[in-house]
């Protein structure tokens, strides 16, 4: 199990994909809880957090030059949910992921993670310009911990999932934009992790090749997986998602069933058609 909490807690280590986690409010078992979360960010790169503000716990006075990017955010997620989350851009959508998966630490609150985590966010970062796609996927592979059997039992699907193939011993800088997004979805979604967060990643890359990555993740599903989606679209959103979570202003304004949610968004910013973009 992981617990960050805010700055007056402490940060413990990440679980094991086999670890267990608490029974949640209705009986089932909870993977990831947060508590009260918030999060500031400054508005610009010139004021700095000196290292007192670490200590100075949630009553620290905000300043003019900082915002509450989210606050008093609390949520359970059970194991095998399938939880889209929604919201317009800047609204905390991204840094809710990234504090799940404790790249972000909480100024107050908590948030606790119950085994281990396939974060497809920012996929493309990690890998290494100059390294051989071969080489690439090994290290990735390796730094997600998967053991070097594993990565040897797996680097075939890997590339013919990826359709990159002619490519194993081209630079990584080399590939377009589209080939980067295939193989790192191809290696994360090889991941035996219980949890799987997903930020918009599939927005880039042909049609053919996004709903064959949509067919992963519903074998995924299929297979007892928790499933976190950040998603702009609403039939995506409909298709994988059973609860939604709306994020406004910084903080959760309805965590209710997906359809619920989308008609409420809906209703707040007269979105188009309720088919695609939200």
Same mark, same amino acid.
């Given at each position: 199990?992981?617990?960050?909490? &805010?700055?007056?807690?402490?940060?413990? /280590?990440?679980?094991?994909?086999?670890?267990?986690?608490?029974?949640?409010?209705?009986?089932?078992?909870?993977?990831? %809880?947060?508590?009260?979360? &918030?999060?500031? @960010?400054?508005?610009? %790169?010139? $004021? %700095?957090?000196?290292? !007192?503000?670490? @200590?100075? $716990?949630?009553?620290? +006075?905000?300043?003019?030059?900082?915002?509450?990017?989210? *606050?008093?955010?609390?949520?359970?997620?059970?194991?095998?949910?399938?939880?889209?989350?929604?919201?317009?851009?800047?609204?905390?959508?991204?840094?809710?992921?990234?504090?799940?998966?404790?790249?972000?630490?909480?100024?107050? $609150?908590?948030?606790?993670?119950?085994?281990?985590?396939?974060?497809?966010?920012?996929?493309?970062?990690? @890998?290494?310009?100059? =390294?051989?796609?071969?080489?690439?996927?090994? =290290?990735?592979?390796?730094?997600?911990?998967?053991?070097?059997?594993?990565?040897?039992? +797996?680097?075939?699907?890997?590339?013919?999932?990826?359709?990159?193939?002619?490519?194993?011993?081209?630079?990584?800088?080399? =590939?377009? /934009?589209?080939? !980067?997004?295939?193989?790192?979805?191809?290696?994360?979604?090889?991941?035996?992790?219980?949890?799987?967060?997903?930020?918009?990643?599939?927005?880039?890359?042909?049609?053919?090749?996004?709903?064959?990555?949509?067919?992963?993740?519903?074998?995924?599903?299929?297979? &007892?997986?928790?499933?976190?989606?950040? /998603?702009?679209?609403? %039939?995506?959103? !409909? *298709?994988?998602?059973?609860?939604?979570?709306?994020?406004?202003?910084?903080?959760?304004?309805?965590?209710?069933?997906?359809?619920?949610?989308?008609?409420?968004?809906?209703?707040?910013? $007269?979105?188009?058609? &309720?088919?695609?973009?939200?």
């Amino acid at each position: 199990m992981a617990k960050t909490t &805010g700055s007056q807690g402490t940060v413990g /280590s990440r679980g094991t994909t086999g670890s267990r986690g608490d029974l949640g409010s209705h009986g089932a078992e909870c993977v990831i %809880r947060a508590e009260d979360l &918030g999060i500031r @960010f400054r508005r610009n %790169r010139r $004021g %700095r957090r000196s290292f !007192k503000d670490l @200590f100075a $716990g949630k009553n620290r +006075r905000t300043r003019p030059s900082e915002f509450w990017a989210l *606050r008093h955010v609390s949520f359970e997620v059970n194991r095998g949910e399938a939880i889209g989350v929604v919201g317009r851009n800047g609204q905390g959508k991204s840094t809710l992921l990234k504090l799940v998966t404790g790249v972000l630490i909480p100024d107050e $609150g908590s948030v606790e993670v119950h085994g281990g985590v396939a974060p497809l966010i920012e996929i493309t970062g990690g @890998f290494v310009d100059d =390294l051989t796609v071969r080489d690439n996927v090994n =290290l990735m592979a390796g730094l997600h911990g998967m053991k070097k059997q594993e990565i040897a039992a +797996r680097f075939d699907e890997i590339i013919d999932f990826a359709e990159i193939g002619d490519f194993l011993d081209t630079p990584y800088k080399h =590939l377009s /934009s589209g080939m !980067k997004v295939r193989l790192a979805f191809s290696v994360i979604s090889r991941l035996e992790e219980p949890i799987l967060l997903v930020d918009e990643v599939l927005a880039v890359g042909d049609k053919a090749f996004r709903e064959k990555c949509y067919r992963r993740i519903e074998e995924l599903l299929a297979g &007892g997986r928790t499933l976190f989606f950040v /998603s702009h679209n609403e %039939r995506d959103l !409909k *298709r994988f998602c059973k609860r939604g979570l709306y994020l406004d202003g910084g903080e959760l304004k309805l965590d209710a069933p997906i359809r619920k949610v989308l008609e409420q968004y809906n209703a707040d910013y $007269g979105s188009g058609s &309720g088919t695609d973009g939200i």
